[in-house]
């Protein structure tokens, strides 16, 4: 099958998602430059404002999105044996996306869109900023349908046979996906816009911040599951070896798409919007959800341990050392899992009903998502795109010892800057303050710390432009590559599966009362109760 | 289908780990009465100077029948209002928070006294300050381009001062 415009396809999406991540990593380093106070001509906090804003919503919409979008597109041709279904309408998706963030990037450039990419509304952004962010959501939307059709097509030619994991888990993003940005497509097209266009006067924070906090939740999970998909399906044949169960890794995906939706108020538990018993409710699926990533982590360690000892380590640990550790996608996993377990940890903490009250909305916050999205899900993009990128280019990869030192200096760089950050927070440092001024002795305990975030900033930085540097030459160079991307195969054949796991109709109406008991009475609520909605303010 | 006896195993022990964390989450907050504040009540923001309870006259401490202290507090753009506060240690406080404009958020740093203050709702935190000392109140949520400097003071002293003071009066102004 000739595949060459999917991987037209999916390179220009990588393409997109990586030239934002290295614009937002330039933000990056001068925030944690500006915020220390040490260079006083630096200090400006409409610029720092509008670089976080700019910053966030690069990384966590834009990076992410693309990504998402063209794995997708590569994942589904490769492993259905398909060509993606109606391109036109993929690239209309794409043109769709790439136009919204323009959109939404002149305002945020022009300082006129500095609400940071939550919004924050009763702060009111110039209303390009809504719309594009809308599009860039519609235009993922193209890319939900395509994958449901294609899962569709294949199913329909291939009765009761099982669907390729990494297809499965594709799909299982997209439902995802579609569920997920219902919340805050109801915010900003309900609220916002008709807001900021001046068509209502007031906007109602309490419903707002609920309907973000349905999407909050999940959408790192939108971004994770390619990460784990890489984790199952890609790292086990690059490691040598074989992945340990592929009936736990679907049960595992399923667990993630139905149980990360119920659950955004742990977001919430410092409103006062919400009651109690619905921030506990929420409490308890936000540890059900810890457990497709404690049998992530199992079977992906025993998928490693096989293939070590394939490739002849023994002992107890002696499989570790024998692994492929210049293998960009393994030692990406590596670095990946080691990320998990420490932001896994800040993770249980801010889930914690009340130990989160001493963490909440410190820089520990900022430190904790840095490392478990600019950490493990990241490094796990590198990866992918070290693999990807000569498959779907032709091209050879350039330098690979060169790829192994860059994912060597982020999992570097992201621990010197995220551990002092945590640290600022339980030393009791607000998040996102442009500057240091308050008078009160407790800021100088927090000096030292930010000195030692700027030497990590300092080295994701270089990290970044090290990884761009890479891809280019690689996408330049005049010598051919030709190969397809590898499928780990199960260690069991996997045969006569359940229907629950080769399909999502089941769970989707699941989800469907889940949902209705998490989020029905709380948003209806609003409607119940005499509210006192806010007008427009400037930032 | 096919799961590993190995895999059926850590199924187990996983699930264990999450149920031994919800029920301490649980316990606690059940047992020991964990405030986040969840009262759900609305008040029109726009309007605080002309409320019952949130007009400038009002804001502060005072001591309810019962010994405990209910603080009544007004964030805004860029401060919490009053800017000075003398609390007891040791005793029972109700912060009660509402914003005048934006959303805000505010805590103690070394306590568990942390909210959202999201405009058109009340926030009420219960909790003891242990130590006495001056405390930072600081705003953790972003709010406008003076969010960095948005912050105010407080002074913990013991409840035998704090009664003292009480008794001279103007305790709660400076």
Redesign the interface.
């Known amino acids: 099958m000739d595949n060459s415009v999917e991987k037209k396809l999916a390179l220009t999406h990588f393409w997109v998602a990586f030239a934002a991540f290295g614009l937002a990593a330039v933000m990056g380093l001068y925030q944690v430059i500006e915020r220390s106070g040490f260079f006083s001509f630096l200090e400006s906090r409409e610029v720092y404002y509008a670089s976080v804003s700019t910053h966030g919503v690069l990384m966590g919409f834009v990076l992410t999105t693309f990504f998402i979008m063209g794995f997708g597109y590569y994942v589904a041709t490769s492993t259905l044996k398909l060509p993606v279904w109606n391109k036109t309408f993929a690239w209309t998706g794409f043109g769709v996306a790439l136009v919204g963030v323009v959109m939404a990037a002149l305002p945020l450039l022009f300082g006129q869109a500095s609400v940071l990419f939550t919004f924050y509304p009763p702060l009111k952004a110039h209303p390009l900023f809504y719309i594009g962010a809308t599009l860039l959501v519609v235009g993922s939307w193209f890319w939900c349908v395509s994958m449901i059709v294609m899962y569709t097509q294949w199913k329909k030619a291939n009765p009761g046979v099982p669907v390729p994991l990494a297809m499965f888990a594709t799909t299982g993003n997209a439902i995802l996906w579609l569920w997920t940005s219902a919340g805050v497509a109801a915010e900003v097209l309900f609220q916002l816009i008709p807001w900021a266009l001046g068509w209502i006067d007031t906007i109602d924070a309490g419903l707002a911040r609920t309907l973000f906090a349905w999407t909050l939740h999940p959408i790192v999970y939108f971004w994770l599951i390619p990460t784990y998909t890489a984790f199952y399906c890609l790292v086990p044949k690059q490691a040598g070896g074989f992945l340990f169960s592929d009936e736990m890794a679907r049960a595992a995906f399923i667990l993630l798409v139905v149980f990360s939706l119920p659950i955004g108020f742990h977001h919430l538990y410092m409103d006062p919007e919400q009651g109690h018993g619905w921030k506990i409710l929420h409490a308890v699926g936000t540890f059900v959800v810890t457990l497709p990533t404690f049998i992530t982590g199992f079977t992906v360690i025993a998928s490693l341990e096989i293939a070590g000892r394939l490739r002849g380590g023994q002992g107890l640990f002696g499989w570790i050392a024998a692994l492929p550790w210049n293998n960009p996608m393994v030692l990406a996993l590596i670095l990946g899992l080691l990320m998990l377990i420490f932001g896994g940890f800040g993770g249980l903490i801010n889930a914690s009903y009340a130990m989160n009250a001493m963490v909440h909305n410190t820089a520990w916050i900022s430190g904790h998502f840095h490392l478990i999205f600019g950490g493990t899900t990241i490094i796990m993009y590198f990866g992918i795109a070290y693999y990807f990128w000569p498959v779907l280019s032709g091209k050879p990869l350039y330098c690979p010892s060169l790829a192994i030192a860059q994912l060597w200096s982020w999992f570097i760089g992201m621990i010197i800057m995220t551990t002092p950050w945590h640290i600022l927070g339980l030393l009791g440092q607000p998040r996102r303050i442009d500057s240091v001024h308050y008078n009160n002795l407790l800021t100088l305990s927090w000096e030292p710390y930010e000195v030692t975030m700027i030497f990590g900033g300092l080295i994701l930085l270089g990290s970044a432009g090290l990884l761009i540097y890479i891809l280019y030459k690689t996408q330049t160079s005049q010598e051919s590559y030709q190969g397809e991307v590898e499928y780990a195969e199960p260690i069991h054949a996997v045969k006569d599966l359940p229907g629950y796991l080769n399909s999502f109709g089941l769970w989707n109406a699941i989800i469907a009362v889940f949902m209705l008991i998490a989020f029905g009475y709380p948003i209806l609520q609003f409607f119940l109760m005499e509210t006192f909605g806010s007008g427009r303010w400037g930032v | ?4 006896q ?2 059926k195993r ?2 187990g022990i ?2 264990g ?2 149920g031994l ?2 029920a301490v ?2 316990g ?2 059940l047992v ?1 009465g ?1 405030h ?11 309007k605080l100077h002309l409320s019952e309870e949130f007009a400038e006259d009002k804001l502060g401490a005072s001591t309810n029948p019962d010994g405990s202290v209910t603080v009544r507090m007004v964030a805004g753009r860029y401060g919490f209002y009053p800017k000075t506060l003398t609390l007891p240690a040791e005793t029972k406080i109700t912060f009660r928070w509402v914003s005048l ?3 805000h ?1 505010v ?1 103690i ?2 306590t ?13 935190v219960q909790t003891e300050l242990h130590h006495a000392g ?1 405390y ?1 109140l ?12 948005m ?1 105010s ?1 407080i002074k913990v002293v013991s409840k035998a001062q704090w009664e003292a003071l009480n008794k001279q009066g103007g305790a709660n102004h400076g």
């Open positions: 289908m096919h799961i590993d190995l895999e850590w199924a996983a699930l780990i999450a964390f919800v989450i649980l606690s907050a020991h964990i986040a504040p969840s009262n759900v009540e609305t008040i029109d923001s726009a404009d934006v959303i958020g805590h740093p070394m568990n006294m942390s909210t959202m203050i999201v405009p058109g709702y009340v926030a009420q001056d930072p600081l705003c953790n949520e972003y709010c406008g381009m003076g969010h960095a400097h912050w003071n």
